[in-house]
Structures are given as C-alpha cells and as structure tokens.
C-alpha cells in the first residue's frame, strides 16, 4: 500500500501527520523526511507522526524517524509518535526506539501539554 500523508494543525499549534498505509525504503521514507523538512522551514516545530493508519514499517523507515526526530530536536522543537500498535509497536520496542521518543495511544493525547513554542 503507497504512503498517504495528511497533514493537520491542532489548535495548540502542533503539527499532525496522519500516515495511512505503508512506510518502506525509498520513495515513503523520502516523502516523510520531505514533509519534516517543510514543516521546519515553515516554523512548525511541534509535531506528531499518526502511525494509527500505518500497517507496516522497515528499517529505513526506523531509521527516517530518527532522522526527522534529529532534524526538529536541532531546530528547537518535538517529536511525538501517536497511534502505534500491532507491528509498529513491536518495532519500537525492538529498536528501543520508545526510550527515546514520547508514544501516546493516539494523536489527541500527544498533543497535549507541548512546550510553548519559543
């Protein structure tokens, strides 16, 4: 299933990425990094990956939120993963990738209590 990407703002100004479908090496993976890259220079900072769409992850794409993750903890700003379950759980308890970045059950619980944008 090709990567779907829709992107919302919530009223506390953080920035949702709604995933759908699957995130794969190559083209997915360069979409979602696309898609950090513009919500930075646009001066969204604050931003949550929805994965409660998403039924499939690789390596590449662990390894394309660290990545993302990186880019806006170095401009000032946040990373949050809502939404993971079945696979994509394990995968982040695989990778240990959940010690490193905050996990809600879904997008509306990550949202809450951001830091205040500077």
Known sequence: MI?????ATSKQGVAILHLEG???TGPDCRRLENETDLLIGSKE???VFDFAHVTHIDSAAI????R????LK????FLRLAGC?????RSMKLTQLHKV???YPDASAAIENFPPAK
């Open 3 to 7: 990567l779907h990407l829709k992107r």
């Open 68 to 71: 993302c993750y990186s880019k």
């Open 45 to 47: 900072h604050f931003v």
């Open 101 to 103: 970045l905050e996990i």
């Open 63 to 66: 390894g394309t939120i660290v």
């Open 74 to 77: 170095n401009s000032g700003g």
């Open 22 to 24: 699957s995130i794969h």
């Open 85 to 89: 379950t079945g696979m994509i759980e």
